[in-house]
């Protein structure tokens, strides 16, 4: 099998792996994968190859890197506020009680998710039906609080 294809694998290995990482680093080597693979390509001895690739990793993790992730964090309307990922997203969410939520939990709708809930106020009972704003993530619950 020709170089090129071992750098194309790489790349995209690189890239599949890096879908489930999000760091963008995987990512950037693979751009330098890719470079190696043109030089390949274009007939570059192994050792010239291996330099495309340390050199277009380094630079593209350190140079384009930085960039890309500012602008993934960034709202699309120019916010410079960075945007929240993950369950940190949820927080300030509306949800709809889809079972009693007391002391004892409950259980609460955010976004078609279910999610186990518990009132921000022990003594509060939620009601099925009722409006609730996602105050805190804990593990795989949710502190909720009743909307006035």
Do not use: C, H
Request: no cysteine; glycine share 12%; net charge negative.
């Amino acid at each position: 099998m020709e170089p090129v294809f071992y750098w194309i694998i790489a790349a995209v290995i690189l890239g599949a792996i890096e879908l489930f990482t999000g760091t963008l680093v995987l990512a950037m080597v693979g751009v330098g994968a890719v470079l190696a693979g043109i030089g390949a390509s274009l007939g570059a001895p192994f050792w010239l190859q291996a330099v495309l690739f340390g050199a277009g990793s380094v630079v593209s993790v350190f140079g384009l890197r930085p960039f890309l992730k500012q602008a993934l964090e960034n709202d699309a309307r120019g916010d410079s506020t960075p945007r929240a990922f993950g369950s940190r997203a949820i927080e300030g969410a509306q949800a709809r009680v889809v079972k009693k939520v007391d002391a004892d939990g409950g259980l609460v709708e955010i976004e078609g998710a279910n999610w186990t809930a518990f009132p921000l106020e022990p003594d509060q009972s939620l009601e099925p039906g009722m409006s609730v704003t996602v105050v805190e993530i804990k593990g795989a619950s949710v502190i909720v609080w009743k909307q006035s």
